[in-house]
């Protein structure tokens, strides 16, 4: 396939000429090898002609093909280790592929460690010209921007100060004005733009979307669903060197959660083998989850929650024994593990009394995930009333992770959502 | 072709990175620049204080009580610009290998920012030294317009081997151990602390085929006895030069590409 589309280049290139713009990068059937050779002289003879073979090769990335239109934004997605560095590395050029080709049309900035050749005791500006210089630009081309770094980055005064004085911070908001001082043909952006303070991300965020409405194309490398579901047009999906699916950032992201959960669950089976329970989870046992799960209004099991989004928690409840009262709670604790919030039906004034062995049942609790953006996890418990405190049927720790993204809300921050309407009186 | 295309695109990195490097050596001293003179004045001022007036060591054919002095620092000049090329190029694929990972630019940047800065370095010396050559009543001729010439061939020589071994550093990292050593070694069998006609006349030719010897007799030839250095000694040490810069350019491009896995 590689072949036939050599020959078409010619011919293919005068027809998108004249109708659709030819893509800013197109990967062609790359692929990388690590070669290892039993001594490392053999490596130095074989520049010299002699040819050995390797005694070993290792592949990290294989028959990858794909290509970026101008203006697309195309989220890379993959567990450690798929080999998504390796490509972003062969992209921007300090790797070399070892099989197949990379066409770029235009300058690539790639936001990948920001501050990265900073020199501690240089200030802010000459750090700046100096990895402006890096990325090939001469002073005269620096002059000409220097005076919009220093705007964008904000730094005031210090921007003439060592950057050895900066707090870290600072030193990222002069990096990424340094980077994208410039309008690039292709951005990468990895996660490093998690960075710094909410201010400066918007800031940056919004610099992004303006270079991507000027023709800019995105290339986002994240674990983040919500970066890959909010930012990207498309999707690929990397694993262990191969592209496994190229689609819809939902296609993508969905098929990469059906790949971990198959890697989660086959791991709880063998936490079961060995115990025959996961550990997570305490109590007497008396009452038992069977099985829980969040779903939204529709009755659809989700795992990605909207903020303000009306969501149902569902709890299959199993009774072992005859117990007179059961209180049935959740706690919702952020990445940190801190309680966000935590109820159960004896606060809400609800009482299951009377329950009786080998009953089983669902506890439904309807809430609004009035609750910032980020990734939470669901604690439940099955235990007495106040005044047996010390019955703890079974308590489970992460029975249910979930996501919570801002869809249609306008951006705020913290971990609370409350909707804010905002007047002036003059 | 590219590569030259390349290295003049970069040429603002280049030159501010040599920038750089003076700037943060010198960065948070209150003398800053000033120690760039005072530092080769010293090491001149030891050599000829120490070796000239306490061991009153005399140079047959030169009329000064310094003449050893003298004679030192002019070859301690060629040497030591060829020392810190090779030295620095050695290790600048491995030193700066993070950089290398990360960002895109020619590599061949690097040993050219190292023979720049190591340029300027020799430069400052010279004028200490011929700082301290005037104090001591000894005047330079015209003869100074070959330096030129000799640093040209003691550049070559060094970025080649330094070049040539710096790659294959980045694959067997004993090699970065290896040559400081040979370097000591390799300082005593040139003629910069001793007279090639101190030498047995059996061993001479064996001097001679270290390319060093001829060099540093050329900035003798030049500083000390004020004649044109000695061609025929000059053209071996230019051969291997222009054979090593080869070499080190022919390996470059076939293990550019190689080199980033390695780091």
Redesign the interface.
């Given at each position: 396939m590689p072949n036939s589309k050599l020959t078409l280049t010619n011919l293919e290139f005068k027809i998108e000429n004249s109708a659709l713009p030819s893509p800013v990068l197109e990967v062609t059937n790359i692929g990388k090898a690590y070669r290892n050779y039993g001594s490392e002289l053999w490596r130095i003879l074989s520049w010299f002609g002699l040819r050995f073979k390797p005694v070993h090769e290792t592949w990290t990335l294989q028959n990858i093909s794909f290509s970026i239109a101008p203006g697309e934004a195309i989220g890379v997605v993959g567990q450690n280790g798929a080999g998504k560095s390796t490509l972003l590395k062969i992209i921007t050029g300090t790797l070399k592929p070892s099989t197949g080709s990379v066409t770029v049309r235009g300058k690539i900035a790639a936001i990948l460690e920001l501050g990265m050749g900073f020199h501690p005791d240089l200030t802010g500006r000459q750090n700046a010209y100096h990895s402006a210089g890096l990325m090939g630009y001469t002073s005269t081309q620096i002059d000409a921007v220097i005076d919009q770094i220093e705007a964008f980055a904000e730094v005031g005064e210090y921007f003439d100060q060592p950057v050895r004085t900066y707090s870290s911070g600072m030193q990222m908001r002069v990096a990424f004005a340094t980077v994208t001082a410039y309008r690039p043909e292709i951005l990468i952006v990895d996660e490093a733009l998690s960075v710094g303070d909410a201010y400066f991300q918007h800031k940056s965020f919004d610099r992004i979307r303006q270079f991507q409405s000027e023709g800019t194309s995105l290339l986002f490398v994240s674990h983040d669903k919500g970066v890959i579901l909010s930012l990207c047009d498309r999707a690929i999906l990397l694993e262990r060197g191969h592209i496994l699916k190229d689609g819809s950032p939902e296609e993508t992201m969905d098929y990469y959660n059906a790949l971990i959960a198959e890697k989660e669950n086959s791991t709880i089976r063998q936490e079961k083998l060995a115990d025959g329970k996961v550990q997570t989870i305490s109590g007497t046992g008396e009452a038992t989850i069977e099985e829980s799960g969040l779903y939204n209004s529709i009755g659809e099991k989700v795992e990605l929650i909207g903020v303000g989004d009306p969501v149902e928690l569902r709890i299959k409840i199993k009774m072992y024994q005859d117990i007179p009262e059961l209180v049935v709670g959740y706690m919702i604790r952020d990445r940190l593990g801190q309680p966000i919030f935590g109820t159960n039906t004896q606060y809400l004034n609800y009482s299951f009394t009377s329950l009786t062995s080998a009953e089983s049942f669902e506890c439904i609790f309807n809430f609004v995930a009035n609750i910032g953006v980020g990734s939470y996890s669901l604690s439940l418990a099955l235990h007495g009333t106040h005044s047996h405190v010390l019955a703890n049927y079974e308590w489970k720790d992460n029975a249910l992770m979930f996501e919570v993204i801002n869809i249609d809300k306008n951006i705020f921050v913290g971990t609370s959502w409350l909707p804010t309407e905002v007047k002036v009186v003059r | 072709m590219n590569q030259l295309k390349a290295i003049w695109?970069?040429?603002?990195?280049i030159i501010?990175?040599i920038k750089?490097e003076f700037?943060?050596r010198f960065?948070?001293s209150s003398l800053g620049g000033v120690w760039m003179v005072l530092h080769p004045l010293a090491q001149v001022a030891i050599y000829a204080l120490v070796l000239s007036a306490v061991l009153a060591a005399k140079l047959p054919g030169i009329d000064n009580q310094y003449a050893y002095a003298i004679y030192l620092m002019a070859g301690t000049l060629g040497w030591s610009l060829f020392a810190e090329v090779f030295g620095r190029s050695l290790g600048v694929f491995v030193d700066n290998g993070?950089?290398?990972?990360?960002?895109?630019?020619p590599k061949i940047a690097l040993p050219l920012i190292v023979t720049g800065s190591a340029l300027v370095n020799n430069l400052l010396l010279f004028g200490a030294v011929l700082v301290v050559f005037g104090i001591l009543g000894h005047m330079p001729t015209l003869m100074l317009l070959w330096l030129p010439v000799l640093i040209a061939v003691t550049l070559a020589l060094a970025l080649g081997l330094g070049l040539a071994l710096g790659i294959?550093n980045v694959?067997?990292r004993d090699i970065g151990q290896i040559v400081p050593i040979i370097l000591q070694f390799w300082f005593w069998l040139t003629p910069v602390v001793y007279v090639s006609t101190m030498i047995p006349e059996k061993y001479h030719a064996l001097l001679m085929l270290n390319p060093m010897s001829g060099i540093v007799m050329g900035y003798q030839n030049i500083l000390v006895y004020n004649k044109a250095p000695d061609i025929s000694t000059l053209l071996y040490p230019a051969t291997i030069a222009i054979v090593a810069l080869s070499l080190a350019l022919?390996?470059y491009f076939?293990?550019?590409?190689?080199m980033?896995?390695a780091l």
């Open positions: - | 695109a970069y040429r603002y990195f501010s990175s750089t700037r943060s960065a948070r993070n950089l290398l990972k990360k960002m895109a630019f294959i694959f067997m022919f390996m076939r293990a550019n590409e190689e980033a896995d």
